[in-house]
């Protein structure tokens, strides 16, 4: 019987993210034909993370939020008040992190380049500004920083993962420096954040995106606890005495997190094998 729950667990919620995409995506394209003078982020900010959100409840992801006080709608603004967009830092451990940063933050997300061929879900990420690339390809991790730019150019916010990959456990892994130095190039804020999540098949690992998904998709609740820092303005330090910063801050968030959990640090030990390449931080030119 438990098997049978499980697959039907699994079916649902693999009907269900069709559904809700095609319902919001629907609801997206409405909104840029009706929008009139407002421009396109704005559209794409206001359905991205129904979206998102959506996704989060059918997966059963119970979210504690802790760093948007006072924003509308509890979502952390992608622009700040100089109209430059932000880069919102995270620790990486699943592919539930994206959703997060999506339903908290507006962001653009940096995906796995094979992302981009999958049926609904590929168009849809670049509808709404996805940036992909192949961390296997210098010139495309050159390509999306060069697209990073012109988007905090815009004054939109950027989502990145400068760990590079997924990572069991708790422990932050050295930052590259890519973010830092984009941030540098535009004069942009970097809004440090903390995720953990109660569970520890959460977490990737060794194993094909399908079978995370799957996996991921097979349990019954998940919490996260989710800590938003004080953005760092940009200032007189070089990047990578600002990324040594950030990555202090960060580690600290993680625990924070944790203990919004009202549990201990994990350990490697606790959760699968990880250090699985999905590209989520491009090759730093």
């Known amino acids: 019987m438990s098997r049978l729950l499980l697959k039907l667990r699994v079916a649902w919620r693999i009907l269900g993210l069709v559904a809700i995409t095609i319902g919001c995506w629907s609801g997206l394209e409405l909104g840029f034909l009706l929008r009139g003078r407002r421009k396109k982020i704005d559209v794409i900010n206001r359905w991205v993370p129904r979206w998102a959100g959506g996704l989060l ?43 997060v940063l999506l339903t908290y933050a507006q962001a653009h997300a940096i995906s796995r380049h094979d992302l981009a061929h999958w049926p609904l879900i590929g168009p849809g990420a670049r509808r709404i500004g996805t940036l992909f690339v192949n961390r296997a390809d210098r010139r495309s991790g050159a390509e999306v920083l060069k697209e990073v730019d012109q988007a905090l150019a ?7 993962f400068p760990e590079g990959t997924a990572f069991a456990g708790d422990l932050v892994r050295p930052f590259r420096p890519g ?24 977490c990737y690992g060794e194993e094909s995106f399908m079978s995370h998904l799957k996996r991921v998709a097979g349990l019954k609740r ?62 730093e030119k």
């Not at 004069?187 to 520890?200: F, L």
Request: net charge negative; aromatic share 6%.
């Open 57 to 99: 409840w059918l997966y059963g992801v119970q979210a504690k939020i802790d760093g948007l006080d006072g924003f509308p709608g509890g979502v952390y603004p992608g622009v700040a008040a100089d109209g430059v967009g932000r880069i919102f830092v995270l620790n990486h451990r699943s592919s539930l992190d994206i959703g």
């Open 154 to 160: 815009r004054g939109e916010g950027v989502g990145m």
């Open 179 to 202: 973010a830092f130095k984009a941030a540098e190039r535009a004069g942009a804020e970097i809004v440090p954040v903390g995720i953990a999540y109660d569970h520890a098949d959460a």
């Open 222 to 283: 998940i919490r996260a606890a989710v800590v938003f820092g004080a953005p760092v303005a940009p200032d007189e330090r070089t990047p990578i005495e600002v990324r040594d910063d950030v990555h202090q801050q960060v580690s600290m968030l993680v625990q924070e997190a944790r203990a919004r959990l009202g549990q201990g640090p994990q350990t490697e030990s606790m959760v699968y094998r990880a250090g699985v390449p999905d590209a989520h931080e491009p090759v």
